[in-house]
């Protein structure tokens, strides 16, 4: 089973700056099957990066997404209030089970 | 817009059965990989099983094998999780979320809320 661990815990930062987010996988994630999750209080998590790198419909252009084998990135490049979030990647290697990360708070500074 | 909507949560003791079901609606769901992932209260994301389009493909996180059972019924566009000999680390949201492209997961149902307690 592969284990992601995102760093860090949490993250203060103010609005308009800029948001870097990591994921290490204990072992290479196959094929760029990697993704990025948004999760609200109260609400579901949203898928918004796929493929370590392709934004999900609907997504902002400011998301992005980086990284291969073992280490991954999600970027927000200028933070809007309502990015402020728990972030969560997420695995799916040759085979199950999907693994997440233990995620990031994103707060506001 | 595709909607997913659980129904079947709620309180039972441990040891106890429930039956998640999950009404899919505004795409083509047979032909669409379909799982459960949970969420303990306070905690992270849990996958817990996942289904094929025809159903004759199915997997379980570890702690789940041999208690629950994830089917479905294409023709009512529905995803189930029967959930037998339930323990208290079974409490959790449990989301029924549609399979997506390279192993994601996009789309995402509510929620229902599952308490196993006495």
């Known amino acids: 089973e592969i284990v992601l661990t995102q760093s860090p815990g949490t993250l203060s930062l103010s609005p308009g700056e800029r948001a870097t987010l990591y994921c290490r996988a204990s072992q290479s994630v196959s094929s760029s099957y990697l993704a990025w999750y948004q999760q609200k209080p109260g609400q579901a998590p949203r898928l918004l990066i796929y493929?370590?790198?392709s934004r999900a419909t609907g997504i902002p252009d400011r998301f992005s997404g980086s990284g291969s084998g073992t280490d991954f990135t999600l970027t927000i490049s200028r933070l809007e209030p309502e990015d402020f979030a728990v972030y969560y990647c997420q695995q799916y290697g040759s085979s199950v089970p999907y693994t997440f990360g233990q995620g990031t708070k994103l707060e506001i500074k | 817009e595709v909607q997913l909507v659980e129904s079947g949560g709620g309180l039972v003791q441990p040891g106890g059965s429930l039956r998640l079901s999950c009404a899919a609606s505004?795409?083509?769901?047979?032909?669409?990989?379909m799982s459960w992932v949970r969420q303990a209260p306070g905690k992270g994301l849990e996958w817990v099983a996942n289904?094929?389009?025809?159903?004759?493909?199915?997997s379980y996180v570890d702690s789940v094998k041999g208690r629950f059972t994830i089917s479905r019924d294409n023709a009512k566009n529905s995803l189930y999780l029967q959930m037998n000999s339930l323990r208290a680390e079974d409490t959790a949201i449990y989301y029924c979320?549609?399979?997506?492209?390279?192993?994601?997961?996009?789309?995402w149902g509510q929620g229902t809320l599952v308490t196993v307690s006495s």
């Open positions: 979320v549609r399979g997506g492209p390279r192993g994601s997961f996009d789309y």
């Open positions: 505004e795409f083509t769901f047979s032909t669409h990989w």
């Open positions: 493929g370590a790198s």
């Open positions: 289904i094929k389009q025809d159903g004759g493909d199915k």
